[in-house]
């Protein structure tokens, strides 16, 4: 028995001293998901999981692990938060590790991106506490990074699209002037107590031929019958009416002089006018006469319906059908603008002489940023009041990387028009490109009617805050870079590619974009041959291939090393 008692003891006293003896390492093969890290909605997040082995774990350990980031640039570092594990006689609220089978490690780490972490390395940095003593492991390596392939949405300022303000300038401004002569039931004849209408028409015909800039494109009457009567009376009415309209205004132009077109046409029954002055009307019985206009499409059908209403009818016969007894003349004038040639001149020698249309349309004129310039501050100057000037010279400030510049325009602009969609969308866009996204979304929200390039702005405010789903039903079907990275983002790789290859100009980007494609889906043919059409459209992309996590599995590929010497 006692011999016994000795061997328990023993094994008991191994246990606790071997058993229970503080680990001299941090748990290898840990997983890092992703890998390389990447940045998302202006985070580097990743989960970094592994398994405590049995034994491992001291009954009266405690064990605290912080993620940390370390630039390969500057030797910065950040310190993520720190996660605590304990031993099954530790009181605390940490998981328990039990120390027989071991356990499941599993730590988030999240950092706030910085852009000299763009090429950093993630490791794990483990202490244990047993009783009073304390022992630091050496920092486990667990991941590279960091992957800033979003941040492509802010390159090229002109894919973001800030917008002109257009004039309102018309080479041919048309005009019409209507009157009209009534008649009374079943007559053709004008009566004088009609012809004042016609007077003041035949007035304004005479100045319009006589105005510098104004042409007279003719007269058109157009002569009607109310729908009661038959068709067959009615088309004979509508027509003598058109006919004596048409008599007396020929009459009244070669008493003018005035070699102006006429034309004429006749309705026999203007049922299209009825329907329209009953939906106007306050007519007893209005909802079930309009019925029987959609029931019944002949017309004497309709006649006989509306007839045994006894009672509306009679009110009809008074208030809608004599208004339908008419002849209508619309006289059609056109305004001629300035020619081109003439805009070009009037710019040259005298600016001040040439409406806000004209000047702001001389600005299409010329392909001259300079001159452009010059327009759109002749533009402020004379039409100070007018937000056009304004933000146009933003866009021209903007496009040349002038920033504050253009942001200060963009604000006068909406100082004077704090509605304006477009004046609301340029603001929005100086705050993406600022990294002011509220900001961005405030504006954006005010600027709807600017049509699809308001998704695609909202597409890069999607891809900056992470959410990629969101930007890639944003851009929609548009053939574009970004709209392409959008599908790289999700993971959409063949969505992407074809995006890619239907751009018509491809530039240094749209290469480089197909280059990560390539590195993603370990397609080494792709990745060189676009990586060396990327060079060859930009020698400044060879530093994004150097720094960028992405292609870190082909920097040790001599082709691949060689392009980048």
């Known amino acids: 028995m006692k011999t016994k008692n000795l061997i328990f003891a023993t094994a008991l006293i191994a246990l ?54 370390k630039s390969k640039t500057s030797g910065a570092v950040l310190r993520g938060t720190p996660k605590m594990y304990q031993g099954e006689k530790i009181k605390g609220n940490n998981p328990v590790i039990n120390f027989k089978k071991g356990g499941k490690y599993s730590q988030k780490v999240s950092f706030d991106y910085s852009p000299e972490f763009e090429q950093s390395e993630l490791f794990m940095e483990a202490t244990v506490k047993q009783k009073k003593k304390t022992i630091t492991f050496e920092p486990v390596k667990v991941a590279d990074g960091v992957i800033t392939t979003p941040l492509l949405v802010l390159e090229n300022a002109d894919e973001l699209g800030v917008k002109i303000m257009p004039d309102a300038f018309q080479k041919v401004i048309e005009q019409k002037e209507e009157a009209q002569i009534k008649f009374l039931i079943q007559q053709s004849n004008i009566r004088s107590s009609e012809l004042k209408n016609v007077a003041d028409l035949t007035k304004k015909m005479q100045a319009a031929s006589k105005t510098e800039g104004m042409n007279v494109k003719g007269i058109e009457i157009s002569s009607y019958a109310s729908p009661d009567g038959g068709v067959e009376l009615n088309e004979k009415l509508a027509a003598a009416r058109e006919k004596e309209t048409t008599r007396y205004i020929d009459n009244q132009l070669k008493r003018l002089k005035a070699d102006v077109n006429v034309s004429g046409k006749f309705t026999a029954q203007d049922w299209e006018g009825f329907r329209k002055l009953m939906e106007s009307s306050s007519i007893q019985d209005k909802d079930m006469i309009l019925r029987v206009l959609s029931m019944y499409s002949d017309p004497a059908e309709r006649e006989r319906q509306i007839k045994n209403l006894s009672v509306a009818f009679k009110e009809i016969a008074e208030k809608i059908l004599p208004e339908l007894r008419r002849s209508k003349l619309t006289l059609a004038t056109e305004i001629l603008g300035k020619s081109d040639d003439e805009i070009r001149l009037a710019l040259r020698n005298n600016p001040s002489s040439l409406s806000v249309e004209e000047l702001l349309y001389s600005a299409t004129l010329t392909d001259n940023l300079k001159e452009k310039e010059d327009i759109y501050r002749q533009v402020i100057s004379f039409f100070p009041n007018d937000p056009r000037g304004y933000n146009n010279l933003g866009v021209l400030q ?44 405030t504006y954006l929200g005010n600027a709807g009617g600017v049509g699809d390039a308001l998704n695609f702005a909202n597409g890069v405010v999607a891809i900056i805050k992470g959410d990629y789903k969101t930007a890639v039903s944003k851009f929609g079907n548009s053939i574009s870079n970004n709209s392409a990275l959008a599908r790289i983002l999700d993971k959409d790789y ?22 990560i494609i390539a590195a993603r889906t370990n397609d080494t043919t792709n990745l060189l041959k676009n990586t060396a059409s990327t060079l060859n459209a930009d020698r400044s992309y060879k530093d994004k291939f150097l720094r960028s996590a ?12 060689a392009l980048l010497k």
């Open 550 to 561: 992405e292609f870190l599995p082909f920097i040790t590929n001599g082709a691949f090393s």
């Open 494 to 515: 063949s969505g992407a590619r074809k995006i890619l290859d239907g751009i018509e100009t491809p530039n240094a980007k749209t290469y480089y974009l197909q280059s």
């Open 398 to 441: 903007f496009n040349a990387g002038n920033l504050d510049a253009a942001d200060q325009n963009f604000t006068k602009a909406l100082q004077m028009d704090k509605n304006n969609a477009i004046a609301n969308y340029n603001k929005g866009i100086v705050s993406i490109v600022r990294g002011d996204i509220a900001n961005a979304e």
């Open 16 to 69: 606790v001293v071997f058993g229970c003896k503080i680990p001299k390492e941090f748990i290898d093969q840990l997983k890092v998901t992703p890998s390389p890290l990447e940045l998302k909605g202006g985070k580097v997040e990743c989960t970094v999981e592994g398994t405590f082995p049995a034994k491992y774990f001291a009954k009266n350990m405690e064990l605290t692990v912080v993620p940390v980031l």
